[in-house]
């Protein structure tokens, strides 16, 4: 027999939350890509609020999917791994909303 923990059950909501935060990454930094094209090329004013209310969703996405990462934590005999990364990436996908939301308004 061995000491090592084994992890028997799936951990959903970590699963859950990995799944979301990609998603809010991916859609963010989209969205934020054509705002600063947008800006750069001097066309913002006509897609700023489309732009704006998408990339609002999408760090919300992320928050939602931090918050089940961080649920995914806890609670026994479940690999954490996945709750990790979602926590982490859908902190990201909001910090990246506001950076770009600081670029664009500069």
């Known amino acids: 027999m061995t000491d ?3 992890h028997n059950q ?3 909501l970590g699963n859950v939350g ?3 935060s990609v998603s809010s990454l ?3 930094f989209g969205f934020g890509l054509c705002a600063l094209v947008g800006v750069q090329q001097g066309w913002i004013q006509l897609v ?3 732009l ?3 990339s ?3 760090a919300f996405l ?3 999917g931090a918050v089940l990462g961080a649920g995914g934590l806890f609670g026994s005999n479940r690999p954490r791994s996945s709750a990790i990364a979602g926590l982490l990436l859908g902190l990201s996908g909001v910090c990246l909303f506001f950076a770009v939301l600081g670029a664009v308004q500069n």
Request: aromatic share 4%.
């Open 18 to 20: 990995l799944a979301l």
């Open 62 to 64: 992320g928050l939602v």
């Open 52 to 54: 704006f209310i998408c």
């Open 26 to 28: 991916v859609l963010v």
């Open 10 to 12: 799936p951990n959903t």
């Open 56 to 58: 609002a969703s999408s």
């Open 4 to 6: 090592s923990p084994v």
């Open 48 to 50: 700023g609020t489309p």
